[in-house]
């Protein structure tokens, strides 16, 4: 590969995606590293004062200053934009940063927003919370309810914020459908995307117009940085986020965009491989547990739906146990796997969503999304399965399962 090959679109294009992630966006400089190197400035000279201009005025190609582009970052922001099969992508501080940016950069006082009630409870906090503090409405509605997304638009109706897989319900989104009816209306399509990965799902192939992640979770996929990223047309990234960007400065440090971009080099292998993990630990676990939330079985309404828009089901799944104390004692029993609120980790990692995750929600809202207090959520890592099965059987028993 020559050394700008990797940022060369008639070329990378053309690749599949498991070469696209560990090849894209790849720019060698002049000593021919094979590793991308890691540019570690605030800054850059310039060789004459027409130069500087010319930059600053967007009238020559170059680097400015690192809130704005860093050749590291701009890498990392190549290679998740071709996995996206979008035609560009900024990356963020961390995924809260990466949603954050993705609805105040083109909402304003007076629009209204439409978002699905099962969520991250950072990202219900936007919907509930700070939106409103600055006069723009929303409404949220089931997700799994085709109708309701037509429903609930009006005149100024201006985003559809959604995630699919939610989280920690697994609630799938019928992407061709809500898409379709946002398209009709002039609505702008925001997808979190952060349970699947560009390496299980792809929004923009069902007609999503902006798709956010936090990198932090598959995409670094070892829990070791925070990260986000916003993909969408050049034209929305350059003239709607990025003013946005420019001037708030949720930008990701270059270190943090190294290390996301290794991350990527085994993304598909890890991302499949804890697919049939989970798949295989969900079997184990069905007849066992009161009830099981698990889209790659098909006990879950909407299986059929989710093998339909995702290469596999992704790692993540979740099941109730009845109450809290039956969840915490779970959790108490579990030897091998981790009591962690990440997810996405090669490691395998469990939580009680009510106490960690969407502990500052009120009760009524998690009761509202499906959040109980017997829910436990599992991120299935790279272990093997077999070890996973006997730690989680041994819990099971433990809770009185």
């Given amino acids: 590969m020559k050394k700008t090959t990797g940022m060369d679109r008639s070329v990378t294009s053309k690749w599949r995606p498991a070469t696209q992630a560990v090849r894209g966006g790849t720019w060698r400089s002049e000593h021919g590293e094979t590793s991308e190197a890691l540019f570690l400035t605030s800054g850059y000279t310039y060789d004459n004062a027409a130069e500087v201009a010319a930059r600053f005025a967007g009238e020559a190609e170059g680097m400015t200053y690192s809130r704005l582009q860093n050749p590291t970052v701009a890498m990392l922001e190549e290679r ?32 209204h927003c439409v978002a699905a009630r099962a969520a991250f409870g950072s990202c219900r906090w936007l919907v509930d919370h700070l939106l409103p503090r600055f006069g723009i409405e929303t409404t949220v509605i089931d997700s799994a309810d085709n109708a309701a997304w037509e429903a609930a638009i009006r005149p100024n109706t201006k985003v559809f914020f959604f995630e699919t897989p939610a989280n920690p319900t697994l609630d799938v989104v019928d992407l061709e459908h809500v898409c379709g009816v946002a398209k009709a209306h002039g609505i702008t399509t925001v997808v979190d995307n952060a349970f699947a990965s560009p390496a299980l799902q792809r929004p923009m192939e069902f007609g999503a117009d902006v798709v956010a992640y936090s990198a932090t979770k598959l995409m670094d996929g070892q829990g070791r940085v925070l990260a986000g990223a916003v993909c969408g047309t050049k034209e929305w990234i350059d003239e709607v986020l990025l003013p946005f960007q420019r001037n708030t400065g949720p930008n ?3 270190f943090n965009a190294w290390v996301v971009m290794k991350g990527l080099e085994t993304l598909d292998l890890r991302a499949h491989r804890q697919s049939e993990n989970a798949v295989a ?67 395998s990692l469990a939580c009680h ?30 272990e093997d399965i077999e070890d996973i099965k006997e730690d989680m059987d041994r819990a099971l028993t433990a809770a009185g399962f």
């Fill in 80 to 111: 998740i934009a071709l996995m996206e099969g979008a035609e560009a992508c900024r990356v963020q501080a961390s995924g809260m940063a990466a949603m954050t940016a993705a609805l105040l950069c083109q909402l304003s006082a007076g629009d």
């Fill in 252 to 254: 990701l440090s270059p």
């Fill in 281 to 347: 630990l969900g079997k184990m676990m069905e007849p066992r547990v009161p009830r099981i939330l698990h889209p790659g079985l098909a006990s879950h309404p909407r299986h059929a739906l989710a093998l339909k828009q995702m290469r596999a089901t992704g790692p993540i799944f979740a099941f109730d146990l009845g109450n809290r104390a039956k969840a915490h004692a779970l959790l108490d029993a579990l030897e091998l796997v981790d009591l962690s609120n990440n997810i996405g980790d090669s490691r």
């Fill in 353 to 382: 969503p009510a106490s960690t995750t969407h502990a500052g929600m009120s009760e009524d809202a998690r009761a509202e999304m499906g959040v109980t207090e017997g829910l436990v959520r599992i991120n299935v890592g790279l």
